[in-house]
């Protein structure tokens, strides 16, 4: 059964130096605030698992948080580069960084191979491209009834998975709306799990009885954190800080601007002030 | 009006009227997702847009800044997670054009957006593939969308991130595969479209004021032309109202959150 803890003693518990650890929410629900307090508590030599890395990431990364990245797109949406990523995978600052690097389809079968208890994800990719060369771990099997050649991946099994969804019941149930990606496969592919969310509710409010949701005994720690996804965003509770992310790219350009925003932001900061971005559901 | 368009407006156009009202459109990020939008907003009313975060049929009213922007999913007819759009809708061959970017291109169409130089020691590290290696051969064919420079249009790709017509412009017929890969590559001064022999990229049409000459600067390898190169007709007024409108649209919505 879940445990609803605070942010600060469920980070303490999930997630381990050393640990693989998958961040996951496409663009939409990023647990900002989880890797924030991961931060906060020091957690080092993660191997940090997200298809789209995004700012999350290049604040961990940038903070000598991760020894090795396993990723799809590496950039800033719509923006540009992701800067820090981009120095440590070029200049090793503020460590060495090891890549291992797959498409988005490969990623998002690897999770479902994971959350199925199988050893490898088979899909029909990777054709005609480099990354199979440079990357040990993709391969491919024959079909046993075609005779097609098919791409394999390695399942992913996250030590730690962390997502932010938009709520959960007292019992520890949890609903995901919106944009859902690949949250669900991530959470059930996991060892331990946290998810933080908007809020807890005395009804979860399923719109629908097909709805996404994560039955309490298959989540570790629940920590209410209200605007916990920001600058990503949650579908009825707040919208995206687009401008965020188009102002990140000068703040995490040069190191010292991107230390000085992580000091005066993150490191002096608690979990609570998330909160002047969280709104509550219109519902 | 149509005489003061930028080259920016005129390729974004172009590109719009590639697509077809009747297609099933897999939409990248950035100006294809522009082109897509545009197309929809002007000739092609129903044609269904998906982008790889799960949204089906969506008709964002502005431009989203990401691939999963909040306005996609508001506007889609459904949503569903990201493993279910690679399998069941990519995979399964439901789509009938995927529309790229990238941020090098070769004769041959194939592209990279991976690294610059060394894999293990880049000079510069770009972001990756993302949906691309798998849009590239699941999608019925591909529009590439992307501005002529000596940096971007090269004689060897560093890396190849997604397959156009493969190397030598054969890979794809000897690999078996059934999807036609890039037919159209639409740049700021021209339009391109594989020769239907040898697959190399081949200028079927100039825009309006632009030259064969400036083609040819603009573009790493010396670029094949069609005997019967076309003038690509200026944008009309609707077009360039509908596209100003909507990039206006979305700067004030990007710049305000």
């Known amino acids: 059964?879940?445990?609803?803890?605070?942010?600060?003693?469920?980070?303490?518990?999930?997630?381990?130096?050393?640990?693989?650890?998958?961040?996951?929410?496409?663009?939409?629900?990023?647990?900002?605030?989880?890797?924030?307090?991961?931060?906060?508590?020091?957690?080092?030599?993660?191997?940090?698992?997200?298809?789209?890395?995004?700012?999350?990431?290049?604040?961990?990364?940038?903070?000598?948080?991760?020894?090795?990245?396993?990723?799809?797109?590496?950039?800033?949406?719509?923006?540009?580069?992701?800067?820090?990523?981009?120095?440590?995978?070029?200049?090793?600052?503020?460590?060495?960084?090891?890549?291992?690097?797959?498409?988005?389809?490969?990623?998002?079968?690897?999770?479902?191979?994971?959350?199925?208890?199988?050893?490898?994800?088979?899909?029909?990719?990777?054709?005609?491209?480099?990354?199979?060369?440079?990357?040990?771990?993709?391969?491919?099997?024959?079909?046993?009834?075609?005779?097609?050649?098919?791409?394999?991946?390695?399942?992913?099994?996250?030590?730690?998975?962390?997502?932010?969804?938009?709520?959960?019941?007292?019992?520890?149930?949890?609903?995901?709306?919106?944009?859902?990606?690949?949250?669900?496969?991530?959470?059930?592919?996991?060892?331990?799990?946290?998810?933080?969310v908007e809020e807890i509710v005395d009804d979860l409010g399923a719109p629908s009885v097909n709805s996404v949701v994560l039955p309490s005994w298959t989540v570790g720690a629940i920590a209410v954190v209200p605007g916990g996804a920001h600058p990503a965003y949650a579908h009825g509770y707040y919208k995206r800080d687009n401008s965020f992310y188009i102002a990140w790219d000068k703040v995490s350009r040069e190191r010292e601007t991107f230390l000085a925003w992580m000091k005066e932001n993150v490191l002096d900061k608690r979990p609570e002030a998330f909160a002047v971005h969280g709104r509550r559901a219109s519902r | 009006m149509s005489s003061t368009h930028t080259p920016t407006e005129m390729m974004t156009i172009a590109a719009a009227r590639a697509l077809r009202n009747e297609d099933i459109c897999f939409v990248g990020i950035g100006a294809p997702s522009a082109a897509c939008n545009l197309a929809r907003l002007t000739h092609a009313p129903d044609i269904t847009l998906i982008y790889e975060s799960g949204t089906i049929a969506t008709k964002p009213n502005v431009l989203p800044l990401s691939i999963g922007d909040g306005e996609l999913c508001d506007t889609a007819l459904c949503t569903v997670s990201v493993p279910e759009m690679f399998r069941y809708w990519l995979q399964g061959g439901r789509i009938t054009v995927g529309f790229l970017g990238g941020a090098q291109i070769d004769r041959f169409a194939n592209l990279n957006t991976t690294v610059v130089g060394d894999y293990a020691k880049p000079k510069v590290r770009l972001p990756g593939g993302g949906g691309a290696p798998e849009i590239a051969t699941n999608c019925g064919e591909i529009f590439i969308i992307m501005a002529l420079g000596q940096r971007s249009f090269v004689e060897k790709l560093p890396f190849i991130t997604s397959m156009g017509h493969g190397p030598t412009g054969r890979e794809r017929r000897a690999m078996g595969l059934t999807s036609r890969g890039p037919t159209k590559l639409i740049t700021d001064l021209c339009v391109f479209e594989p020769d239907a022999e040898t697959k190399e990229m081949t200028v079927v049409s100039l825009h309006t004021g632009a030259t064969r000459e400036q083609v040819v600067a603009n573009c790493g390898w010396a670029p094949r032309f069609a005997v019967d190169v076309v003038e690509t007709p200026a944008p009309t007024a609707l077009e360039l109202e509908t596209l100003r409108s909507m990039h206006a649209r979305t700067k004030a919505a990007h710049a305000g959150a």
């Open chain 1, 1 to 196: 059964m879940a445990r609803i803890l605070t942010l600060s003693e469920a980070v303490e518990e999930t997630i381990r130096d050393g640990d693989s650890v998958a961040m996951e929410g496409f663009t939409h629900l990023i647990p900002f605030a989880a890797a924030h307090e991961t931060i906060r508590q020091g957690r080092k030599d993660l191997s940090l698992i997200r298809m789209t890395p995004d700012l999350i990431y290049d604040q961990m990364i940038g903070m000598g948080c991760a020894r090795k990245l396993t990723f799809s797109w590496g950039g800033n949406p719509g923006v540009g580069s992701a800067h820090r990523i981009r120095d440590a995978v070029e200049n090793a600052w503020p460590r060495p960084l090891e890549l291992e690097e797959h498409s988005h389809a490969a990623m998002a079968n690897a999770y479902e191979a994971g959350a199925a208890n199988l050893p490898f994800a088979v899909f029909r990719g990777y054709i005609g491209v480099d990354l199979p060369r440079v990357n040990p771990s993709i391969r491919s099997v024959v079909c046993p009834y075609t005779g097609e050649k098919l791409a394999t991946v390695p399942a992913l099994r996250p030590d730690a998975t962390v997502i932010h969804a938009p709520r959960a019941d007292r019992a520890g149930n949890v609903l995901i709306e919106g944009i859902v990606g690949v949250q669900k496969e991530a959470v059930l592919a996991a060892r331990r799990t946290l998810v933080t």
